[in-house]
């Protein structure tokens, strides 16, 4: 039988290569642990490059009417990031756009930043050259010496270089820190270099808590890991930064470790995907349990395994306590809820005084979890045999 099968077949993750730091290095050739744990370096690389781009001509013409963030997958899941940070008061709409070419009402009063990693995505393309058609001011962020640098070099737009050294999915802070200090050129939000500086720094000890050497019991990613093996992960954010975070881990989980899961917010979960905890895979099925049968082979069955990602910090620009108050109180719930079930539970609560360092520390250690799942299981969270074969027979 393989050594990952379980007593119905199933793979089950192998435990004991999580703590053996060479078997890990032997499993990622690609290197994903590493590259996931260059997530500070990012931060202030990305910084130092946008600071060469000059980006202080987007002020020229005043505040846009609009903001949209152009891309797909990780590039757009920065939009989401900007529209998080920049929160309820920001003078202007943040609006992520997925689809290719731009929202039919953007024009010159504008400001379109195409995002993708590679720099040839045909959304990200096709909007930066939507947006010159249309006269929109135009930030491009991407690969260098790309099909997207020459679009935004045509139009004389500024473009912030992105290094490829990894894939789009472990680069996610290297392509949002070019897009938050765009933002912060228009003067939609306050991100300052303190604020980069603190964030880059969290992202450091949560890769070096993480890191491959740590042993399982003192490793809160690997921990984390191995609570959701062989579970369907439910994965929800108690605030709209912390749903940010609960999306991100929900992207990583997919294509890292190949496993299905439902990610979103808490407040829309209350209004009906809460009943999962009800359903034959989390409390029917505990309520159906053999209480006489053997530990294996309960471990072998497939339940639910909820994540929740606590924000617990309140936005400046708030008003009142009410709404931290409103999704403490739902967190809460959803915890006792769970725990009524038998339904497990990981709480991930973010750590920080700004929007910005409170979501790396919600994004850290799962983005951790997600290789060390594939790891355990004898994938390679490096290769990804199905979206290859996707780009390849949906390109022209």
């Known amino acids: 039988m393989d050594a990952h099968a379980g007593v119905s077949g199933r793979r089950v993750p192998d435990e004991g290569l999580l703590d053996d730091a060479a078997a ?64 309820p008061r920001c003078p202007v709409p943040v609006i992520a756009h997925r689809s290719a070419g731009v929202p039919g009402w953007v024009g010159a009063a504008d400001v379109v930043i195409a995002v993708s990693a590679s720099g040839r995505s045909p959304e990200a393309l096709g909007a930066a050259e939507a947006a010159a058609r249309r006269g929109a001011r135009l930030v491009a962020v991407g690969a260098p010496d790309s099909q997207l640098q020459s679009v935004a070099e045509g139009v004389r737009a500024p473009f912030i270089p992105v290094p490829r050294r990894a894939p789009a999915r472990a680069s996610l802070w ?25 964030t880059a720094a969290r992202l450091d000890a949560d890769a070096d808590r993480s890191r491959p050497t740590a042993e399982s019991f003192v490793n809160p990613a690997k921990t984390l890991a191995l609570g959701l093996a062989n579970s369907v992960p439910v994965v929800w954010g108690s605030s709209p930064l912390a749903t940010v975070a609960a999306r991100r881990f929900g992207d990583t989980l997919s294509a890292n470790a190949r496993y299905p899961v439902i990610a979103g917010a808490l407040g829309e979960a209350g209004r009906g995907r809460v009943g999962l905890l009800d359903g034959v895979f989390g409390g029917l099925a505990e309520s159906t349990r053999d209480i006489f049968a053997d530990e294996e082979d309960e471990s072998d069955w497939t339940r639910l395994r909820v994540v929740l990602l606590r924000d617990g910090g309140l936005n400046a620009d708030d008003d009142s306590d009410e ?24 709480v991930v609560t973010a750590e920080g005084g700004s929007a910005l360092e409170r979501l790396a520390s919600l994004i850290a250690v799962p983005d951790f979890a997600s290789v060390y799942l594939a790891l355990a299981h004898g994938l390679d969270p490096m290769a990804v045999a199905a979206v290859t074969e996707m780009k390849e027979l949906s390109n022209p």
């Not at 891309?71 to 990031?81: E, F, L, P």
């Open 24 to 87: 890990l290095s032997e499993a990622d050739p690609g290197g994903m642990l590493r590259f996931t744990a260059s997530a500070g370096a990012q931060v202030r690389e990305s910084a130092a490059l946008a600071a060469e781009a000059n980006l202080g001509v987007l002020a020229d013409e005043g505040r846009p009417r609009a903001v949209v963030i152009a891309g797909i997958g990780t590039a757009g899941r920065t939009g989401d990031i900007l529209a998080t940070v920049a929160g």
């Open 174 to 198: 290297g392509l949002t820190v070019p897009v938050l200090l765009a933002a912060r050129a228009l003067g939609l939000v306050k991100v300052n270099e303190a604020d980069l500086a603190e």
């Open 323 to 346: 709404p931290l108050a409103v999704e403490e109180r739902r967190a809460d719930a959803l915890q006792t809820l769970a725990e009524r079930r038998g339904v497990r539970c990981d």
